[in-house]
């Protein structure tokens, strides 16, 4: 299931942000859990790093069940020689 929403939200040191997301349910939920609920932020900065640092995590070195358990770089590759 995809979603997509607005979130207006601020750091525990009270600046706003806001960001238009489009993602899917499960990644989500993997990146409040891993990433967005297990620190507490400084700045806005450090959230894009962390965050960017789990995005390459989740696409080139996780293993999907629904890939038969490659990493989405390893299920490409694999349907590109094909």
Known sequence: MWSMDFVHDSLYRGRCFRTLNVIDEGVREALAIEVLDAHLFDDLETVRDLSWKWMISYNEERPH??????????????????
């Not at 990493?71 to 490409?76: A, E, F, K």
């Open 65 to 82: 069940a629904a890939l038969n358990n490659l990493t989405p770089s390893q299920y490409s590759n694999l349907k590109l020689s094909a």
